[in-house]
Nanobody, 124 residues
């Protein structure tokens, strides 16, 4: 049973913006940190941004810090990733996943319940 589902991927121009959303149940939003990950062709999956369930703690990969923002919308049961100043190296499949701990490390082994992913293409 799929617990998390990503949406919002698509084509974006370099320097542009895109907003990804991760649909999650109230249970996941309440008890699990949620993370956004991405994987480019031929590359290892990279932890992009995480947000805790309890205290607003966030983590950003150095490659996106200052450009991407993770946020939670409890009313809509979404965890969003606002991507601004998009670069070509931001292209890839973006996944959301739930973490075993509330302040997870950027280690895939700390995450579970991966969504199917949404494709982000960066091109002019």
């Amino acid at each position: 049973q799929v617990q998390l589902v990503e949406s919002g991927g698509g084509l974006v121009q370099p320097g542009g913006s895109l907003r990804l959303s991760c649909s999650a149940s109230e249970f996941y939003l309440t008890y699990h940190a949620i993370g956004w990950w991405r994987q480019a062709p031929g590359k290892k999956r990279e932890g992009v941004a995480f947000m805790s369930a309890s205290d607003g703690w966030t983590y950003y990969s150095p490659s996106v810090k200052g450009r991407f923002t993770i946020s939670k919308d409890r009313n809509k049961k979404m965890v969003n990733l606002q991507m601004d100043g998009v670069r070509s190296e931001d292209a890839g499949v973006y996944y959301c996943a739930a973490a075993f701990s509330d302040h997870p490390d950027p280690d895939e082994r700390d995450f579970h319940s991966w969504g199917p992913g949404t494709q982000v293409t960066v091109s002019s």
